[in-house]
């Protein structure tokens, strides 16, 4: 028996390269535009702007204002098959940049200083690439320019609008530029990739009085004390030791003197954890501890907790095609870095609820060009060499699944 593949077309992956390295000065132009107008989330304007012009101007069909600012791009091929969809994120952060670069902020206080610049650069220069070539694959390609990933969550709006249906997306992927990674590494595993990310605020309310005369009062320091290191037994003794789970108190303000006692103490924390079936468990358990100990001191609470974002969980087979593709990509004896994991979150989640798919870390720490400071710090920036990485990443993808 003859095997026949759907797409009977030979795939030449050096012609894919030869013209997607092409793409690169081109690709570091884009970013660099991009990042000299940094927008917050649901304000990216002038990026959406930039966005759909270009799509207009290499004739691809394209729907703008999804939840505000979000952007889809449709590419069609001559031939029916599978739908696939890539999301690249475009919100800026509250930052000042310290870069003194020719393409630094223009925008006073906003800084894409998480890379996204970057991501909206390797989603259009895909866009481009297959409007160009057709032919390299069957089926519908959806580009998915996405809203307010920074604590917004404008992943779940875009669903909600529908843009994985009508045609429905059968596959996703989605790429960070990672800085804890350097140039020429994938970080990609199957299942839980991220964290869900969840948080809190507690103010804890007692009786405030004399600093000497602590029997007249309710110390909502004490109190706030105890609510701290009560709270960490949740991981120690509560969650399964298999998995990994992490509550942190990032916030805890109270007094105004040394010798007065607080009447009232404000703590704010986050968890995270990767087993999305302790959905609905932490904060009901935090509460209960809070409870307990201000009972316990005769102290009253306020508490607000709020689940942000799912865990960001790989599809097997996906995350398979995506790691296969990569180690043929990257070309660097670093290679493929398999397990890799953070407790940082992502709204690529509430896609990936919705469909298989894998989202993945590629490498774009440079130490020896200064290009190695974390996401979110003022001096953030990357090396952009990855941005061609990530065109032929995604291509590949693309003419791997719709085959
Ligand atoms: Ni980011």
Redesign the pocket.
């Known amino acids: 028996m003859v095997f026949t593949p759907l797409n009977p077309l030979p795939v030449d992956t050096s012609r894919i390269r030869a013209a997607i390295r092409t793409l690169q000065p081109q690709l570091v132009e884009w970013r660099r535009q991009l990042h000299q107008k940094p927008e917050l989330g649901f304000q990216e304007v002038l990026t959406s702007e930039f966005v759909a012009q270009k799509l207009q101007e290499w004739g691809i069909e394209h729907q703008t204002g999804i939840a505000k600012t979000g952007i889809m791009a449709t590419i069609r091929s001559d031939r029916p098959g599978p739908v696939f969809a890539i999301r690249a994120?475009m919100d800026a952060l509250p930052i000042q940049e310290q870069n003194e670069v020719p393409y630094k902020s223009q925008h006073d206080g906003i800084m894409h200083a998480?890379?996204?610049d970057g991501h909206i650069t390797v989603a259009l220069g895909t866009a481009y690439y297959l409007s160009q070539h057709r032919d390299d694959f069957i089926g519908t390609v959806k580009i998915i320019f996405q809203p307010a990933?920074?604590g917004l969550g404008g992943a779940e709006p875009m669903v909600k609008a529908g843009v994985l249906k009508n045609p429905d997306v059968d596959a996703m992927i989605g790429l960070?530029l990672w800085n804890n990674l350097p140039l020429g590494t994938v970080g990609v595993r199957a299942g839980a990739l991220m964290a869900a990310v969840e948080c809190f605020e507690c103010i804890i309310l007692g009786k405030g009085g004399h600093g000497a005369i602590p029997q007249q009062t309710i110390d909502s320091v004490v109190v706030g004390a105890q609510v701290v290191n009560a709270l960490q037994t949740i991981v120690s003794r509560n969650v399964n030791p298999i998995d990994s789970a992490v509550v942190t108190i990032g916030e805890f303000h109270a007094g105004t003197a040394h010798n007065v006692i607080a009447d009232t103490a404000k703590l704010g924390g986050t968890v995270r954890y990767f087993n999305p079936t302790y959905k609905g468990y932490f904060g009901p358990r935090l509460e209960q501890i809070i409870r307990g100990i201000c009972q316990a001191h005769g102290a009253r609470y306020e508490l607000n907790y709020w689940e942000l974002y799912p865990p960001v969980i790989n599809d097997g087979a996906i995350a398979n095609l995506v790691r296969s593709i990569a180690e043929d990509v990257i070309e660097s004896p670093l290679g493929v870095v398999p397990d890799c994991q953070t407790m940082g979150g992502e709204d690529m989640s509430f896609f990936l609820q919705e469909v298989p798919g894998c989202y993945f870390f590629l490498g774009s720490a440079n130490a020896e060009k200064d290009l190695a400071y974390p996401?979110h710090h003022p001096r953030f920036d990357f090396d952009e060499t990855a941005l061609s990485m990530g065109v032929e990443i995604f291509v590949r993808c693309v003419e791997k699944f719709c085959r």
């Open positions: 994120d998480c890379g996204h990933e920074e960070h996401h």
